[in-house]
């Protein structure tokens, strides 16, 4: 097991990224669990006031001020769940250098 700190841009990118994987049943299963470690309790959703955006389906919106309130989560992943994260971001042709301030903390941590 290994503690990872992430913050909630990283805990809603990671697991909108999870979110859009096709793959096996134990590819799923992984990314369901991954999912289920860094979803943010109704309290953190509130705080931050994180919201559909009605213009872009699939696209979140949340008060980015109020995120860095609520602080980084910590939570315990297995050498396999890391693996997946390295192998999710790593090959992830949409990335922009925008990403850069919450993907490469991410992978150095990994």
Not at 17 to 45: F, N, P, Y
């Amino acid at each position: 097991m290994k503690e990872l700190a992430v913050n909630v841009q990283q805990r809603l990118n990671i697991i909108g990224l999870l979110g859009q994987q096709r793959g096996t049943v134990a590819d799923i299963r992984l990314s369901s669990g991954l999912i289920d470690k860094l979803e943010l309790a109704e309290g953190e959703r509130a705080a931050i006031n994180l919201r559909a955006d009605q213009q872009r389906p699939g696209v979140l919106l949340w008060d980015s001020a109020a995120a860095q309130v609520v602080g980084p989560k910590t939570v315990a992943i297995t050498g396999e769940e890391a693996e997946k994260l390295r192998q999710l971001c790593q090959p992830w042709p949409n990335f922009q250098p925008a990403d850069c301030q919450w993907l490469l903390p991410l992978l150095e941590a990994l």
